[in-house]
């Protein structure tokens, strides 16, 4: 019987390739994380525009904005804190008959910097970065 040698890849190889994809992975990193921060603060901006759209349906139909996630319909998804998805916490910080203000606070700090990314929209969609991360 003729044997056959099969061609392959050592373990001390694999794990050289490894090492190297290791250390192209962290030396990318750093500069990808503005990009992170970024694409996560789309969130925020999706969720406060959801929250102008019902305020404003809500303005039309009762003459005045609402300061109550439950009168308006809006329901906050679960945070990453909590085993949730969300990384910001959406809030109501004011509403009466000329206007509202709505904040999007994130709960975690994207970039390790200890500064936690807020954004702000107004009755008239403005929508403001006031904190960035």
Request: negative net charge; charged residues 20%.
């Amino acid at each position: 019987m003729k044997q056959h040698k099969l061609n392959g890849f050592t373990l001390a190889e694999l794990l050289v390739v490894l090492v190297i994809i290791g250390i192209l992975v962290l030396m990318a990193l750093p500069s990808l994380m503005p990009l992170i921060s970024r694409a996560k603060s789309t969130e925020a901006q999706l969720q406060l525009e959801h929250l102008y759209t019902l305020e404003k349906n809500h303005f039309y139909l009762h003459s005045r904005y609402s300061d109550s996630f439950d009168e308006l319909g809006f329901e906050q998804i679960a945070l990453v804190t909590v085993k949730g998805s969300a990384n910001y916490q959406i809030e109501i910080t004011e509403a009466n008959t000329q206007g509202f203000t709505a904040t999007a606070t994130a709960v975690v700090d994207f970039d390790g910097d200890g500064k936690y990314n807020v954004w702000v929209i107004d009755q008239d969609k403005k929508l403001l970065e006031t904190q960035k991360d």
